[in-house]
């Protein structure tokens, strides 16, 4: 059992919509980051967030914006979409800023 | 700002071999983290061994050993004993010591286990 839950796992969105993904940390992981993924890439930071507030931000796009729960839920949304956006999301949560725990990541596909 | 290259794409081993994977980084800090993350068709990250840069003693996981050499900034990882589940993506990946830090991955190697 991973202990992070993404979703929804595969999504297909038009160019120009807005979308969701969620990501469901184990108890006690006061931390979570997001990172996107496009085909044949490492993983690429988006933000990370400690106890409900954001504390780290990759070159990403205002558009890109999320948010964490108390109850270790979070979320990243991303509004007008494009079709770049396209890649693999994936939400790591820690309990301390060390040893992260990967989820397996929503599949977004814009078109 | 700090990078990390991986400059094999792809790489195949027979298995019950030893495989070499390598990874370079660059950095201006004196106190960070290296890690390896292995990443199969599943799409979940996870972890296969982790380096404090302050130690000097390579960190060892079972059948994965690195090979760290500060002094080059090189972290290459060793598998030992190969073995039909280790065939995956492999992402070298560097951490500011700064707990809020985000983590570098490189592009990642495609390793190949041959029957």
């Known amino acids: 059992e991973t202990g992070v839950t993404q979703s929804p796992t595969h999504l297909i969105k038009t160019r120009g919509q807005q979308v969701t993904l969620r990501c469901s940390s184990q108890?006690?992981?006061?931390?979570v980051s997001w990172y996107q993924q496009a085909l044949g890439q490492g993983p690429q930071f988006i933000f990370q967030y400690y106890r409900e507030e954001e504390n780290g931000r990759g070159n990403f796009p205002p558009r890109f914006s999320g948010l964490q729960f108390p109850n270790y839920s979070s979320e990243l949304n991303v509004n007008a979409l494009e079709l770049d956006d396209s890649a693999l999301y994936l939400c790591?949560?820690?309990?301390?800023?060390?040893?992260?725990?990967f989820g397996s990541g929503t599949r977004l596909t814009v078109v | 700002a700090q990078t990390v290259t991986q400059s094999q794409p792809e790489m195949s081993v027979q298995e019950a071999e030893t495989v070499t994977l390598s990874c370079t980084y660059d950095t201006s800090e004196s106190d960070y983290y290296l890690f390896w993350y292995k990443q199969p068709p599943s799409r979940q990250m996870i972890l296969v061994i982790r380096?404090?840069?302050?130690?000097?003693q390579n960190a060892t996981e079972n059948r994965f050993s690195v090979n760290f050499q500060k002094a080059a900034k090189s972290f290459s990882l060793k598998i030992s004993d190969s073995q039909l589940g280790d065939a995956a993506m492999y992402f070298c990946a560097y951490r500011s010591w700064n707990r809020d830090d985000k983590i570098i991955f490189g592009k990642g190697t495609r390793l190949h286990i041959l029957p």
């Open positions: 790591a949560s820690s309990p301390d800023s060390y040893g992260y725990t």
């Open positions: 108890s006690g992981h006061n931390t």
């Open positions: 380096q404090e840069a302050y130690k000097q």
